[in-house]
């Protein structure tokens, strides 16, 4: 098997995903992902 098998994340919390949303732009972006895995 190639490729990885393991991927190291971590859970961000809301006041460090808002240090990213540089613009506008990025903000609608953040927001609509979000609302997407709220409407299904």
Known sequence: MMGVKKVIAYK???EQHMKFLT???AYKAYV???NSKFTK
């Open 23 to 25: 613009d506008l732009k």
């Open 32 to 34: 609509a992902y979000w």
């Open 12 to 14: 961000l919390g809301v």
